[in-house]
């Protein structure tokens, strides 16, 4: 149960083509993350996919039955949104049950289902209040709960964490992923911060202009980008791009290298610089280097001795470097 | 010295309010003043009515020329049944409208609207016509059908931009979980439109209440409501004022007592969508 197959599908908004025709295959039990930058279409190809917008072209096949034109109620597939969606009218019990009660489950099932979701959940103390009287955690595993109890194929999930604060959103990053290693169920994740993507999936997909850019666990996306687009949104900070003579050398017409491939030398080294901006974070220090280059990011290992305006020596590990020709393709 | 003239400037302001709240609450109370007067009394001088006898005659030969009760079962019904009957068409239009738009949504609320700028009279024939072949004179259930019709524009916009400050993905989530469309506007959208579809009905209820150009023409004796039984007392032979004034507080005391208990509510709807 949970398979997805996406066969040439395409959504146009009248005349603009937001997603040109796309294959993508969704295995059984993954968790699967489309990750982008905005207005890379993730949004709207999970919608195409929970039934809330219909394609403009191609099938979507649910478990090998062609669900394209079925309403987002019959494709057995559960969403939780960003902004949690739940009814403010109906206390956390009722949010829960609602799945239940539009499927016409008997309340004995309905009774023990909000019970064993609220156990997973923790949120059995809660299950008399209103969602507004809730904490935005709270309310998103009571979103989540709603998905639950429904038993779904796959579940949906729409940017969950962006709307909490940076301490509960790693909190709730593991609940989800420990939901997943108990449900087993096919999860489906859209999300613009790679952080989440590479923590969270078993594969990635990362979107550009509504285009499949890179499908792939997330080290093979780390270690081997297919372009330039993927090998700088994967990865924090962002890898280093250099062009003209330094590439050239490398026979490439780019050539990058993640921040922390770069050795940090105050005496000897390939690239000479000066530090401009030093970030001390204890275990780990970023520097902003000015070099003939552009500015190079780099990442050294505890505490680096090195402060704003100190001279740096800094040399690429060349195993580690990633060559791009004129079209931004990896070589 | 700063707050002295805050006080007298609150002074000025409270005065002017509560006197320009009089000059619009005169007529009303001069005519409840009336109401409570005999006939000779009531066409004297003001000075005179104010310090002459009072009593409750008008209201005992009012009551005894007219059935007070059949006229006001009838604005009930027709007033309500009207606004209720709106709300069962207008709430899945005004779901369609904001949930969703076509190109020509807007179009269709402006042409909505738009009727309501034409004068009424301008069809007074054809529906009296059609009235008369269908046997709906003088009809509560003619009455219903043709203020329905009449508010049916300002209840679906009112519920229009109520449902617009719903945000959708509330109901997206309800068809992620089952939710037919039935089930979608029963259960999840006309709940959390609760306060928005209470101020649309009572505005729509005092609107119907107060209609007296089709109440007054479609009608004759069986189906009259409180509008046409205070026409009634405004004849050719000559105005009788204490009772015309009698049958004019009867009609508007229970929309009045309506008004006063549901303020809040009405302001909402009044002004709604100028605040969020």
């Known amino acids: 149960m949970g398979q997805i197959e996406l066969k040439g599908v395409t959504k146009r908004f009248g005349d603009v083509e937001v997603i040109p025709p796309l294959d993508l295959h969704i295995g059984e039990g993954e968790f699967v993350v489309f990750v982008g930058p905005s207005g890379c279409g993730k949004s709207t190809l999970l919608r195409l996919i929970a039934g809330l917008e219909d394609v403009s072209g191609g099938h979507i096949e649910i478990d090998g039955q062609d669900a394209t034109d079925l309403p987002p109620a019959k494709r057995s597939l559960a969403m939780v949104f960003q902004s949690y969606a739940l009814y403010p009218h109906m206390s956390v019990r009722k949010n829960i049950a609602f799945p239940l009660k539009m499927a016409k489950a008997d309340q004995a099932t309905i009774d023990a289902k909000i019970e064993n979701a609220a156990r997973i959940l923790n949120l059995t103390d809660y299950l008399h209040r209103r969602p507004g009287q809730l904490s935005g955690g709270q309310r998103q595993r009571v979103a989540i709960g709603r998905a639950i109890v429904r038993e779904p194929a796959a579940f949906l999930f729409d940017e969950p964490l962006s709307n909490l604060d940076a301490a509960l959103r790693v909190n709730m990053r593991l609940e989800i992923s420990e939901l997943h290693q108990k449900l087993k169920t096919t999860m489906v994740y859209v999300t613009h911060d790679q952080v989440e993507a590479m923590t969270m999936a078993d594969k990635i997909v990362v979107l550009h202009a509504g285009v499949i850019e890179q499908v792939g666990s997330p080290l093979e996306l780390y270690r081997s980008p297919r372009n330039k687009f993927v090998a700088g949104f994967i990865g924090s900070p962002k890898m280093n791009f250099i062009e003209g003579p330094e590439a050239a050398k490398h026979n490439a017409h780019t050539i990058g290298i993640r921040p922390e491939h770069i050795g940090i030398s105050s005496t000897e080294g390939a690239w000479k610089g000066t530090v401009g901006v030093s970030e001390h974070l204890g275990s780990d220090t970023f520097l902003h280097v000015d070099t003939e280059f552009g500015l190079i990011n780099v990442r050294g290992d505890g505490e680096v001795g090195l402060h704003a305006g100190d001279s740096v020596w800094l040399t690429p590990d060349l195993a580690q470097l990633h060559k791009f020709n004129a079209d931004g393709k990896a070589i | ?276």
């Open chain 2, 1 to 276: 010295m700063a707050r002295k003239t805050s006080n007298r400037r609150k002074l000025v302001l409270t005065i002017i309010a509560w006197s320009i709240g009089f000059v619009i609450f005169f007529p009303i109370l001069w005519t409840i003043i009336l109401s409570f007067k005999s006939e000779g009394d009531a066409i004297k001088t003001p000075l005179q009515v104010l310090t002459s006898h009072w009593t409750f005659e008008s209201y005992g030969l009012v009551q005894e020329r007219s059935n007070y009760f059949r006229h006001f079962m009838n604005s009930v019904v027709i007033s309500f049944g009207s606004v209720i009957l709106a709300l069962i068409i207008g709430i899945p239009s005004a779901w369609a409208m904001a949930f969703v738009p076509g190109k020509r949504t807007k179009d269709v609320l402006m042409w909505m609207l738009s009727t309501k700028m034409m004068p009424a009279v301008g069809v007074l024939v054809p529906i009296y016509l059609m009235f008369r072949d269908w046997g709906l004179l003088d009809t509560r259930t003619g009455l219903i059908i043709v203020l329905c019709l009449m508010n049916l524009p300002i209840v679906i916009w009112m519920l229009y931009t109520y449902f617009k400050e719903i945000p959708s993905e509330i109901l997206e989530a309800a068809r992620m979980d089952g939710a037919g469309l039935r089930s979608e506007i029963l259960y999840v959208l006309t709940p959390m439109a609760v306060p928005g579809i209470a101020s649309t009905l009572l505005l729509n209820v005092i609107l119907s209440w107060n209609e007296a150009f089709w109440t007054l023409n479609l009608t004759a004796a069986k189906a009259a409501p409180l509008t046409a039984f205070i026409a009634a007392y405004s004849s050719p032979e000559g105005l009788f004022y204490a009772k015309l004034s009698a049958a004019s507080t009867l009609a508007i005391a229970p929309i009045l007592i309506l008004g006063w208990f549901s303020q809040k509510q009405l302001v909402r709807g009044l002004t709604f969508g100028a605040v969020k």
